[in-house]
């Protein structure tokens, strides 16, 4: 596609639910981020991936936090047995390689809400 | 560790004003890529700027500059004659710590108001 596409912009789920959020990276970049965007918090890096692997999972806040990359397309963050502390605006960015460097294409992110 | 501090939490500036946002950083690395993202109301972040630590030379693009600075570790970004569409969270942020991926730590932004 043209753009980076997440999905769903919004959700809300009650606290102890599990979750999927999903990215579509720009076709043809193998390089894929997850990050989080929270009041308090800012930015954090969640995850790296280099076509389907994920060399780089360490910013994941616990484990109750996975994702997993598919085809070296889509991917998909979950979040299980999700806690209010898990609200935030999730964000996906793609790039062309890993050597690119260039400055990523942000998707307009998952806003997630723990009721 | 890396770190980016976006000291200006929040700008406020009348229309036509210059504004100038600042960002310094820390890393041990001696190669490292500095950026700017802008992120407006919208919410989708938008890469503006990058540079790579070897590269001092100042850049300009329309009414944008950034002025990147080892000695100070800065990378302070300008706009000039600021309008109202230019209203939106600006992030710096610093690619480092010898990944050759680009995992990048964020400042904590700076919110820019542009009153007309």
């Known amino acids: 596609g043209a753009g980076v596409s997440q999905s769903p912009s919004n959700k809300v789920t009650e606290k102890g639910k599990d979750v999927e959020l999903r990215c579509d990276p720009i076709?043809?970049?193998?390089?894929l981020y997850w990050y989080r965007q929270s009041l308090g918090q800012g930015l954090e890096f969640l995850i790296y991936?280099?076509?389907?692997?994920?060399?780089?999972k360490s910013g994941l806040p616990s484990d109750r936090f996975s994702a997993e990359r598919t085809g070296g397309s889509v991917s998909t963050l979950t979040i299980q047995r999700t806690q209010q502390e898990d609200s935030a605006v999730y964000l996906c960015?793609?790039?062309?390689?890993?050597?690119?460097?260039?400055?990523?294409?942000f998707g307009s992110g998952t806003r997630l809400t723990v009721v | 560790a890396q770190k980016v501090t976006q000291a200006q939490t929040e700008i406020s500036v009348v229309e036509k004003e210059d504004v100038t946002l600042d960002c310094v950083y820390e890393?041990?690395?001696?190669?490292?890529?500095l950026f700017w993202y802008k992120q407006p109301p919208s919410g989708e972040l938008v890469f503006l700027i990058r540079?790579?630590?070897?590269?001092?030379q100042n850049e300009i693009s329309g009414r944008y500059s950034w002025n990147f600075q080892k000695s100070t570790s800065s990378f302070n970004f300008t706009i000039t004659a600021s309008q109202v569409v230019d209203s939106a969270v600006y992030f710096c942020?610093?690619?480092?710590?010898?990944?050759?991926?680009?995992?990048?730590?964020f400042g904590q932004g700076t919110i820019l108001t542009v009153h007309p």
């Open positions: 890393t041990r690395d001696t190669t490292y890529y």
């Open positions: 991936f280099q076509g389907n692997s994920a060399p780089d």
């Open positions: 540079r790579n630590s070897f590269d001092e």
């Open positions: 960015a793609s790039e062309p390689s890993r050597l690119a460097n260039y400055g990523y294409t």
């Open positions: 076709s043809g970049h193998t390089a």
């Open positions: 942020a610093l690619n480092a710590g010898g990944t050759s991926y680009g995992k990048l730590t």
